[in-house]
């Protein structure tokens, strides 16, 4: 599995011009899957992400786990986009629907269960999302 998590003041997600959901400060995780993931992916990321330390803290940096922050969760089979031949992306590696919507469906529930507010994208939705970076602090992560 893989994300793309931002440190951001707002962010949102719109769907046919309404908002499905938005946060304040906190954390954009933009999550995607590939052929070989599984839950147990899915929970190593969930933990990954809610305890990854890029917020500014007095006694060092701090996770969203420590300040109790939200997270916006939103799909993302481009991820797994291959651009190495052509300027045509091929999505190949990416996870099909029906295996990737219960993967990312479960590190929403996995964040959850570890008392983390989650907010969603709407899975294979034309989405609309917005954020307002902190830092920027932008990291790429994969389990």
């Not at 052929?35 to 969930?46: E, G, I, K, S, T």
């Not at 330390?53 to 916006?72: H, K, N, Q, T």
């Not at 992306?89 to 008392?115: F, H, K, M, N, T």
């Amino acid at each position: 599995m893989r994300a793309v998590v931002s440190r951001v003041s707002t962010a949102a997600v719109t769907v046919d011009g309404a908002t499905v959901s938005e946060i304040g400060s906190g954390l954009l995780s933009l999550v995607g899957v590939g052929h070989d993931d599984d839950v147990r992916r899915a929970h190593a990321l969930a933990r990954k992400v809610h305890e990854l330390r890029i917020f500014p803290g007095v006694d060092g940096e701090r996770s969203a786990a420590d300040l109790g922050l939200p997270i916006l969760v939103v799909s993302q089979f481009t991820l797994y986009a291959d651009t190495r031949k052509g300027r045509r992306p091929s999505w190949q590696d990416a996870a099909p629907g029906e295996i990737a919507e219960p993967l990312v469906d479960e590190v929403v529930a996995e964040l959850r269960r570890r008392g983390c507010t989650v907010a969603t994208g709407v899975f294979g939705a034309r989405m609309q999302v917005t954020s307002v970076n902190e830092g920027p602090m932008t990291l790429l992560l994969e389990v």
